[in-house]
């Protein structure tokens, strides 16, 4: 792989987590750092601070097992994804950016935090996903059973628009009926996971 250090011999290093595609932190690498993370599959960065070789993990445990190492475009920032062993922030957070290290859906997981702060308040009168919370499970599985046949019917259609409505209605009222059980999408992917053999 072909690295262009800086001008004092240094790469920034992104360090992302491979399984929830979070960004855990930013390093710096050099070229002993870079053969050494590829030797040991634990990463190593170059300290500026301490003007020093250091694996992270080294004192607290909390290593950057090695998955991937990516170059850029420009061949000047290395993307290198781990499956992290502990938190990765010096203060204890699974993020240099104090976010919890946790899979994201982008706009669904949003979609999801809605749904539950509705559940949370369901004796609001003028949000009908609080509404469905209030008539229980039965009603919420009823919908889910009326948008899966309307989506059916729209998929054997040829009017596109109408079939992607009809999904996103679908797909809506079962991240309710998810909530409702007391699960969310991160249980399912576990279990899709779970079967990818």
Same mark, same amino acid.
């Given at each position: 792989m072909t690295i262009k250090y800086d001008a004092h011999g240094l790469v920034p290093a992104i360090i992302q987590d491979v399984k929830t595609k979070r960004v855990l932190m930013l390093g710096y690498m050099n070229e002993d750092a870079y053969k050494k993370t590829i030797e040991t599959k634990q990463?190593?960065?170059?300290?500026? @601070?301490? +003007?020093?070789?250091?694996?992270? =993990?080294?004192? @607290? =445990?909390?290593?950057?097992?090695?998955?991937?190492?990516?170059n850029d475009c420009d061949n000047d920032t290395l993307l290198i994804q781990v499956n992290p062993v502990g938190s990765t922030c010096h203060t204890g957070t699974d993020t240099c950016w104090g976010e919890a290290n946790s899979e994201s859906y982008g706009f669904l997981s949003q979609l999801e935090e809605v749904?539950? @702060?509705?559940?949370?308040?369901?004796?609001?009168?003028? @949000?009908?996903?609080?509404?469905?919370?209030?008539?229980?499970?039965?009603?919420?599985? +009823?919908?889910? =059973?009326?948008e899966a046949v309307e989506t059916v019917i729209e998929a054997m259609d040829t009017k596109d628009d109408l079939f992607l409505y009809e999904s996103a209605d679908l797909l809506f009222h079962y991240l309710i009926l998810l909530q409702a059980k007391g699960f969310t999408l991160s249980d399912i992917v576990k279990e899709l996971k779970g079967r990818h053999k």
């Open positions: 990463v190593t960065f170059f300290s500026r @601070s301490k +003007q020093r070789l250091w694996t992270k =993990g080294e004192e @607290s =445990g909390h290593f950057l097992n090695l998955v991937d190492i990516k749904i539950k @702060s509705r559940k949370e308040n369901a004796d609001s009168e003028t @949000s009908y996903v609080a509404s469905l919370f209030k008539k229980g499970i039965n009603k919420i599985a +009823q919908k889910v =059973g009326e």
